[in-house]
């Protein structure tokens, strides 16, 4: 699970991270001083804790400029004053924390988080701009870069669809399922059925390439795909 804390002290930074992986060790955790920061990193996160009085963009600005680009984070506000739940609540805030922190009321809300989070991930789909498309991603096989295009390789698709987007971009909004093999390949773990260290065929017989310095990665995120509840298709 990926999750990001953002708060402008150290001090507290630091208690939440230690609270989240005492709760759900293994999370990848991502602290942020800012919210320029959280924004600047252009990650994906299930959910994400925001302080909201911060020097510079506030939480709930950089909760705004975060909905815009992924609706389905899961937002929990942190602050000391009560004033703001209102601002938290129009922006679709799953929950509202005050400090000085209640660590047995923090478990509570993250639990409860952790599973809502899950719920969305469930179906999860992406939403192409260029296109005014919507694709569920588990329908992706995998994606592949050719000049300035995207071809996103489907399911069931006798032709790819393509896009105008970068990689890089793409893969920010890809879930953990994905792997990006090659620099010009993503592929849905879901969806393999046999690799070695120099490729990865896909359930259409398709064959990506597998860069010889991603080889270890690869098998370290696949194996972890199929101990955390992923479907192989070995």
């Not at 005014?132 to 994606?143: A, G, M, R």
């Not at 050719?146 to 890809?174: C, F, N, V």
């Amino acid at each position: 699970m990926d999750i990001a804390v953002v708060d402008d002290e150290k001090a507290i930074r630091e208690h939440i991270c230690a609270l989240i992986e005492r709760q759900k060790p293994g999370s990848n955790i991502e602290a942020c001083a800012t919210g320029e920061e959280l924004l600047a990193s252009g990650k994906w996160f299930d959910i994400v804790f925001l302080d909201i009085q911060m020097d510079g963009m506030n939480g709930i600005e950089a909760a705004g400029k975060l909905r815009e680009r992924q609706e389905d984070a899961v937002l929990i506000f942190i602050t000391g004053i009560k004033e703001y739940v209102f601002d938290a609540l129009d922006l679709y805030a799953f929950h509202y924390l005050l400090k000085p922190l209640d660590e047995k009321k923090f478990a509570e809300v993250l639990e409860k988080a952790a599973w809502e989070a899950k719920k969305k991930k469930e179906k999860k789909c992406i939403f192409l701009k260029t296109r005014n498309l919507t694709l569920d991603q588990s329908d992706i096989l995998y994606v592949e870069s050719r000049a300035k295009k995207l071809e996103i390789h489907t399911a069931g698709a006798d032709k790819a669809i393509e896009i105008y987007a970068s990689m890089d971009e793409l893969e920010g909004q890809l879930g953990e399922d994905f792997y990006r093999c090659h620099r010009a390949y993503i592929v849905n773990m879901a969806h393999i059925t046999e690799y070695d260290n120099e490729s990865i065929t896909l359930t259409n017989g398709d064959k990506v390439y597998l860069t010889k310095k991603k080889y270890g990665g690869f098998v370290k995120a696949y194996m972890w795909f199929l101990q955390n509840g992923g479907v192989s298709s070995v």
